[in-house]
């Protein structure tokens, strides 16, 4: 079992920056891929950006420039840095983790982000 706990999200104006952090506990070893999804209201959850354990990094193509997903193997912990927000980047914004064996996908319960002024 694996658990993800996010944390950083909040209220910004657009234009602002903010820094979104997940951190993974429990069979951690069994972590391939790591990505960050959002699901804004009314909408189905879509994903934001991906970062496998080795290999590329893959964004919507709404985030990229504007994004950076980043990951420590040592501390568990994948970060997703937002750089110029937009109001439509407005959503509850989940982390994920695919195991190697891909039986199943482990999410965290999710984080708030509202771009507004």
């Known amino acids: 079992q694996v658990q993800l706990v996010e944390s950083g999200g909040g209220l910004v104006q657009p234009g602002g920056s903010l820094r979104l952090s997940c951190a993974a506990s429990?069979?951690?070893?069994?972590?391939?891929?790591m990505g960050w999804y959002r699901q804004a209201p009314g909408k189905q959850r879509e994903l934001v950006a991906v970062i496998p354990s080795s290999g590329t990094r893959n964004y919507a193509d709404s985030v990229k420039g504007r994004f950076t997903i980043s990951r420590d193997n040592a501390k568990n912990t994948v970060t997703l840095q937002m750089y110029s927000l937009k109001p439509e980047d407005t959503a509850v914004y989940y982390c994920?983790?695919?195991?190697?064996?891909?039986?199943?996908?482990?999410w965290g319960r999710g984080t708030q982000v509202t771009v507004s002024s």
């Open positions: 429990g069979s951690t070893f069994s972590i391939n891929t």
């Open positions: 994920k983790a695919v195991p190697y064996s891909r039986d199943r996908d482990y």
